[in-house]
C-alpha cells in the first residue's frame, strides 16, 4: 500500500481502478482490456507503416534538391524495423495493457537512455532522430484514435481518474455517473475542477504532486476526499472502509427540511442561492433547495461544444430552458468567463469564434479574461447578450439577472453596459420588444473591490467572488498547489476587504452576495453572516448543511464574534476564535 497526501476537496471515499489521464506532456495512459489488444497492436503497425511512407517521401523530396542530406532520414528509417524499438513498444503494450502511444513513450525513452551513454558523438546525435521518430510514431497514432471525449467515454462503473490536471474542458466531458471519483497533481481548493468535484458530489483530491506518475494504470486505488489522501494498493481494512463510502456522502436531508428557507435562530432570512457549470445542475440545485441560481458559469458552455462556434439560438435554447427551469426564482448568467486554462484550449478558442494567435493566448495568462477578453472580442458578446435577453423577453416566468466577471474599472462596466444596448438596439432592429434585466459585476479583483462605492453608483447587484478575490489580494495563484497553504480565506485584509464591499452596497442600497467557495464552509458561512451578508451563493451540495447551520445561530452573537475576529492580526488566532465559537454551537446542537 503507498499513501499520497494532497488536498481533499470534495468529501467521501471511494475505490476503483485507476484510469490515468496525463494532458501536460501530451501523452494519455490508459489501461487496454484483453480483449482490445488485438485492434490496439494493429493501430501500432498501422501507424509504423504511415510512418514509413512519410519518411520514405520526405527522402525522395530531399534527395531531388540536397542529395547528401537524404541519408539523414535513412537512420530513422532503420530504427522504425529495429527489433529493440517498436517489438519493445509491442510487447509493453501487451505486458503492461496500456495505450500504444504510452508505450512508444515508454519505449524511446529506455532507447534513448542507450543514446545517451554512448562514447561516441555521432551516435548520441542519433538522439534526435530517436525522439522525432517518436513524435511522429504518436503523431500517426493519433490519426483515428480515440479522442479523450472517446476515451472518456469508455471510462466503466468501477473507475476512479487520476490525472496530472483535469482542465475544465476535458471535466465538461467526462460521464460523471461512470466516475467514481479522481485525483489530480495539480489544484487547489478553488481550482475550477474542485469546485465542480463537490458541485458533482464526487470524491476528489488535488495537489497530490506526483499521483498520475506513481499510480498505475489499472491499480486498485482508494481515493478519500475527506482526508485529502489517495491510496494505491490499498489493504482488505481500507477497501472496506472505502466500500462503506456511501456513509461519507453528504447528505440532502429530507423533503420538507430541503424546501424550508434559510433562518437563523433569531429569525433572520438568509438566502442561499446555487453555482451551477451545467444547465443539468438545475435539477440537484432544486433538489437541495437553492433558492435561485446566483451563479451559472457560462463559460462551461464553451467547453462541451467540441469546437464548434456556440450561436445565439444556441445559446438562446440554454438560457431560456434555464429561465423557465426555475422559475419565478432568479438565475444570474454570469457572461463568459473564460480563464487561462480555458483560452489555452484550442476548443474553447474555436468556439468563440475569436481566432486567437498563440501571443495573445500567452498574453491572457496575465488577466485577459472575463469581461476584459469580452470586450476585445465585441461579437461573440454581442451573441451571447443577445441571446440572454431573448431569454429573458421570452420567459416573462422567469428572471434573469446578467453578471460581468473580472471587472477592474468603472469604465470596463460603462462599456460592457454600451454593448448590452447595442444588443437591445439590434433586437429592437429585428422587431421584438426589449426586456429590462437587472445588470450586476462580481467583486474579485481588489480595485473593483476598493471601486466598490463607485461601481455600486452605476450597476443593480453585486456578487463578492472570493475565490479570485482572495488570490488576488493575497498574491496567491488559486491553481497553484506550492502556494496553496498561502491560500487563506481568513486572512485580515479578506475579512476587510469583504466588509468594505458589503458596506458600499448598504449604502447604495443594492443587493450583494458571496458566491466563492468559502460560503460553503459552515464555520466561514457564520463569520460572513456576522459581518453582515444575507445572501450567499454555493454548491448545491453545501445548502442543507448550510441551513441545518445557520438555525442554529443567532445574528446578534455572529455580529460580536465578527467584532471580536477583526481585531485579531493572525489568521491563526482568528481560526482559533471562529473555531471556539463554532464548535460551541455544534456541540448545543
Ligand atoms: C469567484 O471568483 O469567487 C467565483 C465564484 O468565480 P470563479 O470561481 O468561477 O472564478
Ligand atoms: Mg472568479
Given amino acids: 500500500m503507498r499513501r499520497l497526501t494532497g488536498i481533499g476537496v470534495s468529501p467521501g471515499v471511494v475505490s476503483g481502478r485507476a484510469v490515468i489521464l496525463i494532458q501536460r506532456a501530451q501523452v494519455l495512459r490508459y489501461q487496454i482490456v484483453e480483449t482490445r489488444l488485438g485492434p490496439e497492436l494493429a493501430r501500432l503497425e498501422q501507424s509504423r507503416t504511415r510512418s514509413r511512407q512519410q519518411l520514405l517521401d520526405i527522402r525522395a523530396r530531399v534527395a531531388l534538391r540536397r542529395p547528401e542530406l537524404a541519408s539523414l532520414f535513412d537512420a530513422q528509417l532503420l530504427m522504425l524495423d529495429d527489433p529493440m524499438l517498436v517489438s519493445r513498444?509491442?510487447?509493453?503494450?501487451?505486458?503492461?495493457?496500456?495505450?500504444?502511444?504510452?508505450?512508444?513513450?515508454?519505449?524511446?525513452?529506455?532507447?534513448?537512455?542507450?543514446?545517451?551513454?554512448?562514447?561516441?558523438?555521432?551516435?548520441?546525435e542519433r538522439k534526435g532522430d530517436v525522439s522525432d521518430l517518436a513524435g511522429r510514431l504518436k503523431m500517426n497514432l493519433q490519426q483515428g484514435a480515440a479522442t479523450p471525449r472517446e476515451l472518456l467515454r469508455e471510462l466503466d462503473e468501477s473507475s476512479v481518474i487520476i490525472a496530472?490536471?483535469?482542465?475544465?474542458?476535458?471535466?465538461?466531458?467526462?460521464?460523471?455517473?461512470?466516475?467514481?471519483?479522481?485525483?489530480?497533481?495539480?489544484?487547489?481548493?478553488?481550482?475550477?475542477?474542485?469546485?465542480?468535484?463537490?458541485?458533482?458530489?464526487?470524491?476528489?483530491?488535488?495537489?497530490?504532486?506526483?499521483?498520475?506518475?506513481?499510480v498505475q494504470a489499472g491499480q486498485l486505488v482508494v481515493i478519500d476526499g475527506t482526508a485529502g489522501a489517495v491510496l494505491a494498493d490499498p489493504t482488505p481494512d481500507e477497501l472496506a472502509r472505502a466500500e462503506r463510502g456511501e456513509e461519507h456522502r453528504p447528505s440532502a436531508g429530507g423533503d420538507a427540511e430541503r424546501r424550508r428557507p434559510a433562518t437563523t435562530a433569531d429569525g433572520v432570512r438568509i438566502r442561499l442561492e446555487a453555482n451551477i457549470e451545467f444547465p443539468n445542475d438545475l435539477a440537484a440545485a432544486r433538489y437541495a433547495g437553492a433558492e435561485g441560481i446566483g451563479l451559472y458559469r457560462s463559460e462551461f458552455i464553451l467547453s462541451g461544444s467540441a469546437g464548434a462556434a456556440i450561436g445565439e439560438d444556441e445559446q438562446y435554447e440554454t438560457y431560456r430552458g434555464m429561465l423557465e427551469g426555475m422559475a419565478p426564482e432568479t438565475v444570474t448568467v454570469r457572461t463568459f468567463d473564460v480563464d487561462e486554462d480555458q483560452l489555452a484550449s484550442q476548443l474553447t478558442r474555436r468556439a468563440l469564434a475569436g481566432g486567437w494567435t498563440a501571443d495573445e493566448a500567452r498574453a491572457s495568462r496575465q488577466g485577459l479574461r472575463g469581461l476584459r477578453l469580452s470586450l476585445t472580442r465585441p461579437e461573440p458578446f454581442q451573441v451571447q447578450l443577445r441571446a440572454l435577453l431573448r431569454a429573458a423577453l421570452d420567459c416573462p416566468r422567469g428572471q434573469l439577472r446578467i453578471m460581468f466577471p473580472f471587472v477592474s474599472s468603472v469604465e470596463q462596466l460603462r462599456e460592457a453596459r454600451r454593448m448590452v444596448k447595442e444588443a437591445a438596439a439590434e433586437l429592437a432592429r429585428r422587431g421584438a420588444a426589449v426586456p429590462v434585466v437587472p445588470i450586476g459585476v462580481v467583486i474579485e479583483i481588489p480595485a473593483a473591490a476598493y471601486t466598490a462605492d463607485l461601481l455600486a453608483r452605476e450597476v443593480d447587484f453585486f456578487t463578492i467572488g472570493t475565490n479570485d478575490l482572495i488570490q488576488y489580494c493575497l498574491a496567491v495563484d488559486r491553481a497553484d498547489e506550492r502556494v496553496s497553504r498561502l491560500y487563506e480565506p481568513l486572512h485580515p485584509a479578506i475579512l476587510r476587504v469583504i466588509l468594505m464591499v458589503r458596506r458600499a452596497a448598504g449604502r447604495q442600497r443594492i443587493p450583494v452576495s458571496l458566491c466563492g467557495e468559502m460560503a460553503s464552509d459552515p464555520a466561514l458561512l457564520t463569520l460572513l453572516v456576522g459581518l453582515g451578508l444575507r445572501e450567499f451563493s454555493m454548491t448545491p451540495a453545501a445548502i442543507p448543511t448550510a441551513k441545518q447551520v445557520l438555525a442554529e445561530v443567532r445574528t446578534d452573537d455572529l455580529r460580536a464574534l465578527a467584532r471580536r475576529i477583526l481585531k485579531l492580526a493572525t489568521v491563526e488566532d482568528i481560526e482559533r476564535e471562529l473555531m471556539a465559537a463554532f464548535s460551541r454551537t455544534a456541540n448545543r446542537t
Avoid at 503494450?93 to 562514447?119: G, H, P, T, Y
Avoid at 461512470?178 to 469546485?195: E, L, M, N, P, Y
Avoid at 463537490?198 to 488535488?206: C, D, I, K, M
Fill in 164 to 214: 496530472d490536471e483535469l482542465t475544465p474542458s476535458l471535466a465538461a466531458q467526462v460521464d460523471w455517473s461512470k466516475v467514481r471519483g479522481f485525483a489530480t497533481d495539480a489544484g487547489s481548493r478553488t481550482s475550477h475542477t474542485a469546485i465542480l468535484a463537490r458541485s458533482l458530489e464526487v470524491p476528489a483530491v488535488v495537489g497530490l504532486h506526483n499521483a498520475s506518475k506513481v
Fill in 89 to 124: 513498444v509491442s510487447d509493453i503494450v501487451r505486458e503492461q495493457r496500456v495505450n500504444a502511444e504510452w508505450a512508444v513513450q515508454q519505449a524511446f525513452l529506455e532507447f534513448s537512455s542507450v543514446f545517451d551513454e554512448a562514447a561516441d558523438p555521432y551516435l548520441r
